[in-house]
């Protein structure tokens, strides 16, 4: 019912002019960047938002708006529309087949952050996981720290899917994090087949980066080497790998410098110093978060804020808290 009444609401704003109206009153003298933040491309509404964007938007790759933002001296493009990026992070392979053709046909660029050590091995991200060896076990009971979960039981089943998880999202170490998940799929019995409703879910291949970047409308950052939860590596060796390692992978690859990095965190988690400090000593110009919010020649360009997006939201949605969000820096 709330979700009707927001689309009545949107929906009467863009129609009725009043959005447009709100724009022009509220547009910005000084220099602003959004930046988008989307995760899967399978959804119904992708086509929609492109071209909404594409209509009221100046769309720039993640590097053309970084240096048009922090440029010495400030650039004044002829075209008025205000500047956004359009960004996935974790490159799933839906991303491919469903937001790539989008690109070309509108002739748009995207932003893809990559991790490559999952495209290296071609495995399920971690963060499916609890959800994903539930659902496909073979057993009907499972013991893990001295605790049986009955599987057939609901509360039992969701308690196991949330224990998983904690571990995996909280393990110290890459190391560990893997092992626990070793371990976790054979205590569950669940077989190592790849269904096709998995693909889309899986890490792009090396061969579909490299196509996309031949294009010229897709451009790559860095998004950690496993993404773990960075700040909770109790290694700064280890750290500073998952931070490094990544753009050098990637510049390899893809035979130029890699510049941006989207830190693999919650929304609104607050970066931890020492996690900066590794990005910073890797090499990046810039580093982008899952903090909310616009940014400014005065930003922080290790601290950019992004606006979560979805594929399934409607483009109506999404104009009018673009609106909203541009007010709110006042």
């Not at 547009?27 to 594409?54: M, S, V």
């Not at 974790?90 to 991790?115: M, Q």
């Not at 371990?183 to 693909?199: G, M, N």
């Not at 109790?234 to 050098?248: F, G």
Request: charged content about 25%; some cysteine.
């Amino acid at each position: 019912m709330l979700s009707r009444l927001r689309m009545y609401l949107a929906a009467g704003l863009y129609y009725t002019g009043a959005l447009r109206l709100y724009r022009m009153l509220n547009r910005e003298t000084k220099p602003q960047l959004l930046i988008l933040k989307y995760h899967r491309a399978t959804g119904h509404e992708l086509r929609q938002q492109f071209q909404f964007l594409r209509r009221y938007y100046r769309l720039l790759s993640i590097e053309e708006a970084l240096q048009e933002l922090f440029a010495a001296q400030p650039q004044v493009s002829r075209d008025r529309r205000p500047p956004l990026v359009i960004s996935f992070d974790d490159g799933y392979r839906d991303f491919y087949t469903e937001a790539f053709p989008l690109a070309k046909e509108l002739n748009i660029p995207l932003t893809v952050y990559l991790i490559p050590g999952y495209i290296e091995r071609g495995d399920f991200f971690w963060w499916f996981e609890d959800e994903r060896l539930i659902s496909r076990a073979q057993v009907e009971v499972v013991t893990l720290d001295q605790k049986s979960y009955r599987l057939q039981e609901p509360a039992e089943r969701a308690a196991l899917k949330t224990y998983i998880a904690d571990k995996l999202r909280l393990a110290p170490s890459v190391t560990e994090r893997d092992a626990f998940l070793w371990f976790v799929r054979r205590a569950l019995a669940v077989p190592s087949t790849v269904q096709e409703e998995d693909l889309p879910m899986f890490p792009l291949l090396w061969e579909q980066v490299e196509e996309m970047a031949k294009s010229g409308l897709i451009s790559f950052g860095a998004h950690s080497q496993h993404h773990p939860q960075l700040e909770r590596l109790t290694e700064t060796s280890e750290l500073q790998r998952e931070v490094a390692e990544c753009r050098l992978m990637l510049e390899a690859r893809l035979g130029h410098p890699v510049q941006s990095f989207a830190y693999p965190v919650e929304p609104d988690t607050l970066i931890a110093e020492k996690v900066l400090k590794a990005v910073k000593q890797a090499g990046y110009r810039w580093a982008l978060t899952s903090t909310s919010g616009v940014n400014t020649p005065e930003s922080d360009p290790f601290q950019l804020k992004r606006i979560e997006s979805s594929a399934d939201e409607p483009w109506l949605i999404l104009a009018t808290k673009l609106a909203a969000l541009k007010d709110a820096t006042k």
